[in-house]
Nanobody, 126 residues
Framework: QVQLVESGGGLVQAGGSLRLSCAVS????????MGWFRQAPGKEREFVAG????????YYVDSVKGRFTISRDNAKNTVYLQMNSLKPEDTAVYYC???????????????????WGQGTQVTVSS
């Protein structure tokens, strides 16, 4: 059984930084495409960033480009989301997700991901 466990969320002031981590266990992590999604109260779950199995391809939603960086360490079975210059509108529960290997493609729809973490709260105060 695949398990994804997020950590690193918290409360930060606008302009600050956080690094989220997602530890994956249960199957061959290096095979999976990985992604980060977020969901704010009253809103649908939104794709934030994705990375393909090798780390050679990444994709970001426009609102986080230049501020967030997704990366992975296949030796540690972990994917990261470095979040800089945080804004109050980044406040949400952030979810890590793992999906099938799509080669160089980075998938952005929740339906493409098979495994999900429990989420970690990120709150950015103004």
């Amino acid at each position: 059984q695949v398990q994804l466990v997020e950590s690193g969320g918290g409360l930060v002031q606008a302009g600050g930084s956080l690094r989220l981590s997602c530890a994956v266990s249960g199957r061959t992590f290096s095979y999976y495409a990985m992604g980060w999604f977020r969901q704010a109260p009253g809103k649908e779950r939104e794709f934030v960033a994705g990375i393909n199995w090798s780390g050679g391809s990444t994709y970001y939603v426009d609102s986080v480009k230049g501020r967030f960086t997704i990366s992975r360490d296949n030796a540690k079975n972990t994917v990261y989301l470095q979040m800089n210059s945080l804004k109050p509108e980044d406040t949400a529960v952030y979810y890590c997700a793992g999906g099938r290997n799509y080669g160089t493609q980075v998938v952005r729809t929740p339906q493409a991901y098979d495994y999900w973490g429990q989420g970690t709260q990120v709150t950015v105060s103004s």
